[in-house]
């Protein structure tokens, strides 16, 4: 069974740091791109960060570039999203979603996101001013 499970999304106060975990199981890590996105409330999904450590492909969304890091842990079958310079803005629902790697291009943010296989449930980061 393929999970994506989010982990360490919680409120923090603007300019501090969170660090999100995405685990996965159930598929080779190392065959797919995995991506962070996010929706606030009222407002479409958006594309955060994508990595493909096989061939070191990473993508960071305008939101995201200078602040957000995207990294693997690939013994662990983990993707981290180092997260800085929080803003209000910031708030959302942060997924993980996974897609083959040559599917690189729905995880960059220039394809549908609607492409990816597999998602997981999210995790609430809250940024407040």
């Known amino acids: 069974e393929v999970q994506l499970v989010e982990s360490g999304g919680g409120l923090v106060q603007a300019g501090g740091s969170l660090r999100l975990s995405c685990a996965a199981s159930?598929?080779?890590?190392?065959?797919?791109?995995i991506g962070w996105f996010r929706q606030a409330p009222g407002k479409e999904r958006e594309g955060v960060s994508c990595?493909?450590?096989?061939?070191?492909?990473?993508y960071y969304g305008d939101s995201a570039e200078g602040r957000f890091t995207i990294s693997t842990d690939n013994a662990k079958n983990t993707v981290y999203l180092q997260m800085n310079s929080l803003k209000p803005e910031d708030t959302a629902v942060y997924y993980c979603?996974?897609?083959?790697?040559?599917?690189?291009?729905?995880?960059?943010?220039?394809?549908?996101?609607?492409?990816?296989?597999?998602w997981g449930k999210g995790t609430l980061v809250t940024v407040s001013s």
């Open positions: 159930g598929f080779t890590f190392d065959d797919y791109a």
């Open positions: 990595i493909s450590s096989s061939d070191a492909s990473i």
């Open positions: 979603a996974a897609i083959p790697r040559g599917g690189f291009y729905y995880c960059s943010g220039y394809g549908s996101s609607d492409r990816m296989h597999y």
